[in-house]
Structure formats: structure tokens, C-alpha cells
């Protein structure tokens, strides 16, 4: 089954600085979806971009779908040390249900 | 307080026993779904079920048996066929099985072998 990649595996900020996260995949998509994880819990949806969209915004969150190179960006901006989590994007191919990559551990250090 | 339930939060499982994890929804979601976390890794599909008295495996779905007697339930048992079961179990659900939606997420049940 295909599975998205995150990269990286783990980063490290400083509180204000903005976290870009990446995720690839192999085979071509539904939709792409972004889940946040605190340590010991379980994961909360963030964002869906579909196919044909390039690029969505909530809040903080900036996601960017890339078709073409099979890949996404999830960019947090002016980070807070409450964002310190774990980032999964999921994909969405040919069943419906989503495929998780391994994560990007983010600490944000206030 | 609505959502995905699940319990214990923590579980232990003694050799040769059989342990079964609880999920409960109150969101009216026809899909739900199983998934293994192993540190390190990413969530694998254990099983999931689209609609009442159905289910299907999913990638992992050896040593692993579910139920859907019910909507609102979907409880996972860890058979002692599964012989590293030590991991964190994750239940989702979403509104219908169809592409575009969302999961939610319940807290997670830590199993570990004693």
C-alpha cells in the first residue's frame, strides 16, 4: 500500500521561528491529509488538500500540494512551544482509506 | 463529551492470554477503523469496517480479531496468535467510508506484555 514519507524525522525550533515539514508519496492521489499528534495520544486532523488544489490555509497552517513531484509541505508559522508534537500526512489513493507516513517529531523550545 | 472512546488506557497481557481493547463512538459514524503505532513507525491498519456486521483486514491484520455487532462499537481483540503485541492501539472513525473524509481519532490503548 502506498504510504507518504515525512521529512524530517525530527526538528527543533526556537518559539516565533516558522517549522516546514515535507512529506513524498509514490503513486498518485485523492487528496492528502495532514494529523497532529501529542506525545501518548491519539492524532487530530488538521488540513485535507485535494488533488487539484495547490495550496490551503488554516490558522498557522499552510499546506502546499505539489502533483507533480508527488509531494506536500505543511508550514507552521511564528511556532509556539504548545505546536511541540508529532506531524503525519496520510494519503488517499485508490481505496478511502488513508495510508500514514512515519511522522516529523517537532520540538518547539520556548 | 462526545467522540471516539477508548479503554483501558493502559492493558498488560500475561503469555497465551487473549486481551481485547474497547472503542466506542458516539458520532454516528458508519466507517471505523484499527491501527497499530510502533515507535518509530507509522499507524498500520490492523482492520476496519464500513457498516455494521462487516469488517475487513487490513495490512496487519494477523493475530487480530474485531466485531461490529454495533455501530457505536468496534472492540479489537489481541489474539495469543499475535506474538509481539506490545504497542500502542489507535481507533478511528469517520462519518461514511468514502473518499475525502476525515478521522477522528480516540486517546489510545497502550498494550504491553507482561
Known amino acids: 500500500s502506498q504510504q507518504g514519507e515525512e521529512d524530517p524525522q525530527a526538528l527543533s525550533i526556537q518559539e516565533g521561528e516558522n517549522a516546514t515539514m515535507n512529506c513524498s508519496y509514490k503513486?498518485?492521489?485523492?487528496?492528502l491529509q495532514w494529523y497532529r499528534q501529542n506525545s501518548g495520544r491519539g492524532l487530530v486532523h488538521l488540513i485535507l488538500i485535494r488533488s487539484n488544489e495547490r495550496e490551503k490555509h488554516s490558522g498557522r497552517l499552510r499546506v502546499t500540494l505539489d502533483t507533480s513531484k508527488k509531494s506536500s509541505s505543511l508550514l507552521i508559522t511564528a511556532s509556539r512551544a504548545a505546536d511541540t508534537a508529532s506531524y503525519f500526512c496520510?494519503?488517499?489513493?485508490?481505496?478511502?482509506?488513508?495510508?500514514f507516513g512515519r511522522g516529523t517529531s517537532l520540538i518547539v523550545h520556548p | 463529551d462526545g467522540g471516539i472512546t477508548q479503554s483501558p488506557k493502559y492493558l498488560f497481557r500475561k503469555e497465551g492470554q487473549n486481551v481485547t481493547l474497547s472503542c466506542e463512538q458516539n458520532l454516528n459514524h458508519d466507517a471505523m477503523y484499527w491501527y497499530r503505532q510502533d515507535p518509530g513507525q507509522g499507524l498500520r491498519l490492523i482492520y476496519y469496517?464500513?457498516?455494521?456486521?462487516?469488517?475487513q483486514k487490513g495490512d496487519i491484520a494477523e493475530g487480530y480479531s474485531v466485531s461490529r455487532e454495533k455501530k457505536e462499537s468496534f472492540p479489537l481483540t489481541v489474539t495469543s496468535a499475535q506474538k509481539n503485541p506490545t504497542a500502542f492501539y489507535l481507533c478511528a472513525g469517520s462519518p461514511t467510508a468514502a473518499t475525502n473524509e476525515k478521522l477522528f481519532f480516540g486517546s489510545g490503548t497502550q498494550l504491553s506484555v507482561l
Open positions: 496520510a494519503t488517499e489513493g485508490g481505496s478511502y482509506i488513508p495510508t
Open positions: 469496517s464500513q457498516i455494521v456486521n462487516d469488517f
Open positions: 503513486t498518485s492521489i485523492n487528496n
